[in-house]
């Protein structure tokens, strides 16, 4: 008689199929391009870059075997992407004809090209939410390519909203890709226990769009051009005030101790006592002490805020496939807004 799968076998497979819902019928994986930067033929597997990031693959993925001695340095592949624990991994690798890649790259031009240049574009003055697909109406102009704009927060529209002010100030009017999951979070109950909580996470892609218009607007040349230079020199601010804060911080903590040390041991001896001086100079630790609960607060509130993240999320090309959401938690599945 066949073993029994457990009770905690049978809890686990109720609850992921409670919270990672079957993908629709219509649903399919995304096809990638890239071309291919190094490949061994001794060894069997090599690397892709693909937006800009180093992808592995390997010569058992191909779909066709005969094609793995014709790939070199410099080939066209698709494929699609499967995430692994060192990263992400090409699968359905197949070898791109040049025919085949002159055809798709007609396919695949961008959308600004198609356009007319007589066409006239104008710039929505709202940050507009998008999900994978964006809305025929509107025109990509620029993507901050490898950036993330990340928020979180107890509430999925505070969180958003967040983001929303992140772009604004960025000079972007769109987020693109966006994708919220939740996280367990911790905090003390007031009667000395702990309460568990979720916390939202929301991320998204900062891009800047256009939608064309038959009156006034502004040529397809004459639109901004600078949204990837500000998201950079944006992301290399955040970074320094990060390090200014926690630098300030841990001054102000060797501050504390030396003069806690400095009080405590007052007076020292070789020194005269100050006639404004009567008793212990305890006041200055407990200033310093307040400054630091002061830098620490603003350090915890400046993490908590919208904040520029490099890299791209898997999550991200699949937003239907996992939502990461439970109904037990208050959260509608899938959560997203299109416009």
């Not at 397809?220 to 949204?227: C, G, I, K, V």
């Not at 100050?274 to 006041?283: A, C, N, R, V």
């Not at 603003?298 to 239907?320: K, M, N, T, W």
Request: glycine share 6%.
């Amino acid at each position: 008689m066949p073993a029994q799968p457990s009770h905690f076998t049978h809890y686990r497979s109720a609850y992921a199929q409670y919270q990672y819902p079957p993908r629709p019928a219509n649903d399919h994986f995304i096809h990638h391009r890239g071309r291919i930067i190094s490949f061994s033929k001794e060894r069997g597997y090599g690397f892709i870059k693909c937006r800009g990031k180093s992808v592995f693959f390997s010569g058992s993925e191909l779909l066709n075997p005969q094609e793995l001695y014709r790939l070199k340095d410099g080939s066209a592949l698709t494929f699609e992407l499967l995430p692994t624990p060192r990263g992400y991994k090409a699968i359905k690798v197949q070898l791109q004809e040049p025919e085949q890649e002159q055809e798709l790259e007609q396919k695949t031009k961008p959308a600004a090209q198609k356009e007319d240049k007589e066409a006239r574009y104008e710039i929505p003055q709202e940050v507009l939410s998008f999900n994978h697909d964006i809305s025929s109406d509107y025109l990509i102009v620029e993507e901050a390519e490898g950036y993330l704009l990340s928020a979180e927060h107890r509430s999925f529209q505070q969180a958003h909203k967040q983001l929303c002010k992140k772009a604004g100030a960025l000079g972007a009017n769109a987020l693109c890709g966006l994708f919220c999951s939740t996280k367990k979070a911790t905090e003390s109950n007031g009667r000395g226990g702990i309460h568990y909580y979720s916390r939202s996470v929301v991320t998204a892609r900062p891009c800047l769009v256009a939608r064309k218009t038959d009156q006034g607007g502004c040529s397809r040349a004459a639109l901004p051009q600078d949204l990837t230079q500000k998201v950079e020199s944006a992301l290399i601010h955040q970074e320094q005030r990060r390090e200014i804060n926690y630098l300030l911080l841990f001054l102000e903590l060797v501050a504390v101790i030396l003069s806690g040390l400095y009080a405590w041991f007052w007076p020292v001896p070789g020194f005269s006592i100050p006639q404004s001086y009567e008793t212990k100079p305890f006041w200055i630790p407990t200033a310093l002490f307040l400054l630091c609960i002061i830098q620490f607060y603003l350090c915890a509130l400046h993490a908590s805020r919208a904040r520029i993240v490099e890299g791209e999320r898997q999550d991200l090309l699949y937003p239907f496939r996992r939502s990461g959401f439970r109904r037990d938690q208050g959260c509608r599945r899938p959560y997203y807004y299109r416009r």
